[in-house]
């Protein structure tokens, strides 16, 4: 059986110390603050990116990787007799996994690579990545692997409160939120990520805490039994409000596992300051 190599894109959200224990191949994506561009998590990091986006005044653009970067990336660990399973951003939010299955596509059949479509994003397909990478660690084939990351994607629960939708609504990406953009007075809404791959809104409520208790129902409500594996994502900085929903978390739920990574420029781009995300999956799963 080949060695797995495991690929993924910049927006995965992964911390570094995991990306170098466990080998995995991040293809950066850009970040451009007019005419000064930097690669996502490379030359630019998660708290000098959002000081730099307190001071610019307007919204950076971002772009997805070429195909032929991740040609070279596939065919170099092709080459070294490795298979590949390489795991990326929503579709609904970036032609990133698109760029994947074209550099793919340009092997001509010639390298054993398998693209996988997150329909979710940040350390939510994050989580997928690592659990990919300790199992093919272990020795799982890659059909294995790949039943075993769909099945976390299918269990996984996504729950997220932005500072505002300002972000999501300039940079194209509020999806089947949009509805709750300029109706907003002390209400908070409770964003998730539907099976599409898009942004929804799926609750409202008025203010902060309720928010809180809220997301610890819906949990509750969708993890009655056994111990969980728990993420939270955060925007640098803005930690206070992520702590208090952490604790409440870790007060109502056995967590097996608990992970916490910085949202880096391409996510905070589009989901802005003071985001805050929670990830819960079964620790049955992992």
């Given amino acids: 059986m080949r060695p797995i190599a495991l690929v993924t894109d910049s927006t995965a959200d992964i911390p570094p110390e995991i990306v170098r224990e466990l080998d995995i191949r991040v293809v950066p994506l850009g970040v451009h603050f007019g005419e000064q561009s930097y690669l996502d998590n490379v030359n630019l990091?998660?708290?000098?990116?959002?000081?730099?986006?307190?001071?610019?005044?307007?919204?950076?653009?971002?772009?997805?990787?070429?195909?032929g970067e991740y040609y070279n990336v596939y065919k170099q660990l092709t080459d070294e007799g490795k298979a590949v399973i390489s795991i990326?951003?929503?579709?609904?939010?970036?032609?990133?996994?698109?760029?994947?299955?074209?550099?793919?596509?340009?092997l001509e059949g010639e390298g054993d690579v398998t693209?996988?479509?997150?329909?979710?994003?940040?350390?939510?397909?994050?989580?997928?990545v690592v659990q990919a990478a300790e199992l093919a660690s272990q020795g799982l084939s890659k059909e294995e692997i790949v039943e075993r990351v769909l099945r976390l994607k299918a269990e996984t629960?996504?729950?997220?409160?932005?500072?505002?939708?300002?972000?999501?609504?300039k940079g194209g990406r509020i999806g089947k939120a949009a509805a709750l953009f300029g109706s907003l007075?002390?209400?908070?809404?409770?964003?998730?990520?539907d099976e599409e791959g898009y942004v929804t809104?799926?609750?409202?409520?008025?203010?902060?805490?309720?928010?809180?208790?809220?997301i610890v129902e819906l949990l509750e409500s969708a993890f009655p039994d056994g111990p969980v594996d728990l993420a939270a994502v955060?925007?640098?900085?803005?930690?206070?409000?992520?702590?208090?929903?952490?604790?409440?978390?870790?007060?109502?739920?056995p967590i097996r596992k608990f992970s916490r990574s910085a949202i880096g420029p391409v996510i905070g781009t589009h989901?802005?300051?003071?985001?805050?995300?929670?990830?819960?999956?079964?620790?049955?799963?992992s």
């Avoid at 693209?115 to 997928?128: E, L, N, P, Q, W």
């Avoid at 007075?185 to 990520?193: A, G, Q, R, V």
């Avoid at 609750?203 to 809220?214: E, I, L, N, P, T």
Wanted: no cysteine; glycine share 8%; proline share 6%.
């Fill in 271 to 285: 989901a802005g300051p003071g985001t805050v995300g929670i990830f819960m999956s079964p620790a049955s799963l």
């Fill in 201 to 214: 809104a799926f609750d409202k409520v008025r203010g902060q805490k309720k928010a809180f208790m809220r």
């Fill in 45 to 67: 990091q998660p708290a000098e990116f959002y000081e730099k986006l307190a001071s610019f005044g307007g919204l950076p653009k971002t772009s997805q990787p070429s195909p």
């Fill in 157 to 169: 629960k996504l729950y997220f409160l932005v500072e505002t939708l300002e972000y999501l609504q």
């Fill in 88 to 106: 990326h951003l929503s579709s609904a939010f970036s032609g990133t996994y698109q760029s994947a299955l074209l550099g793919q596509s340009m």
């Fill in 185 to 193: 007075l002390n209400i908070k809404p409770i964003l998730t990520i």
């Fill in 115 to 128: 693209v996988v479509d997150s329909k979710t994003a940040s350390y939510g397909y994050g989580m997928m």
């Fill in 234 to 253: 955060v925007t640098p900085g803005r930690t206070e409000m992520a702590e208090e929903l952490i604790a409440l978390l870790r007060e109502k739920f």
